[in-house]
T-cell receptor
Framework: KAGVTQTPRYLIKTRGQQVTLSCSPISGHRSVSWYQQTPGQGLQFLFEYFSETQRNKGNFPGRFSGRQFSNSRSEMNVSTLELGDSALYLC???????????????FGSGTRLTVV | GDSVTQMEGPVTLSEEAFLTINCTYTATGYPSLFWYVQYPGEGLQLLLKATKADDKGSNKGFEATYRKETTSFHLEKGSVQVSDSAVYFCALSDLQGAQKLVFGQGTRLTINP
């Protein structure tokens, strides 16, 4: 079956612009989580959506937002981009979220965002 | 809050050497524990997991045992290969709390032929 698909793979934006990243989870998975990966801060949780509702949010400013559609596809948006937003953004899907001890999380290949 | 501490890297070994990457955690409740691997230019792949104390996760020759008494989940492999070169992340997920993974800082492993 198809894995988690993230688009685009690479993106270059200018400071002050906004960007939207997309994630299509594995078919049947209803939970989508987003993580930011940087060399300095490592992997940090952004937010998690389940059945179109945000269930949990990490410690990021309000410029970072997301949503989930009825088909479980998710988008995240970053407004007023800063240089420090340059990172690999990873999406993970699972059947129900919450540790998914029985199912695990499946990650996409990520979107590498560069802000110049 | 919950946290994961991993062995500092990078780690460089010769092919067929024994590998240990240390991982300890701090958590309230009873977390599930995971090892993820990231190859260059790719996302994270689940390597193995354990959901309760004394569980042993294993996959592709890698093993890790959930040790509640020492709050550890060390990754081991008896004989590494060049293809094992990657970055390894230890993580936990609290089944009772927030719906998220908490990661260690990652350990870069390089295997020389």
């Amino acid at each position: 079956k198809a894995g988690v698909t993230q688009t685009p793979r690479y993106l270059i934006k200018t400071r002050g612009q906004q960007v939207t990243l997309s994630c299509s989870p594995i078919s049947g998975h209803r939970s989508v989580s987003w993580y930011q990966q940087t060399p300095g801060q490592g992997l940090q949780f952004l937010f998690e959506y389940f059945s179109e509702t945000q269930r949990n949010k990490g410690n990021f400013p309000g410029r970072f937002s997301g949503r989930q559609f009825s088909n479980s596809r998710s988008e995240m948006n970053v407004s007023t981009l800063e240089l420090g937003d340059s990172a690999l953004y990873l999406c993970a899907s699972s059947l129900t979220g919450g540790g998914s001890a029985n199912y695990g999380y499946t990650f996409g290949s990520g979107t590498r965002l560069t802000v110049v | 809050g919950d946290s994961v501490t991993q062995m500092e890297g990078p780690v460089t070994l010769s092919e067929e050497a024994f590998l240990t990457i240390n991982c300890t955690y701090t958590a309230t409740g009873y977390p599930s524990l995971f090892w993820y691997v990231q190859y260059p230019g790719e996302g994270l792949q689940l390597l193995l997991k354990a959901t309760k104390a004394d569980d042993k996760g294993s996959n592709k020759g890698f093993e890790a045992t959930y040790r509640k008494e020492t709050t550890s989940f060390h990754l081991e492999k008896g004989s590494v290969q060049v293809s094992d070169s990657a970055v390894y992340f230890c993580a936990l997920s609290d089944l009772q709390g927030a719906q998220k993974l908490v990661f260690g800082q990652g350990t870069r492993l390089t295997i020389n032929p």
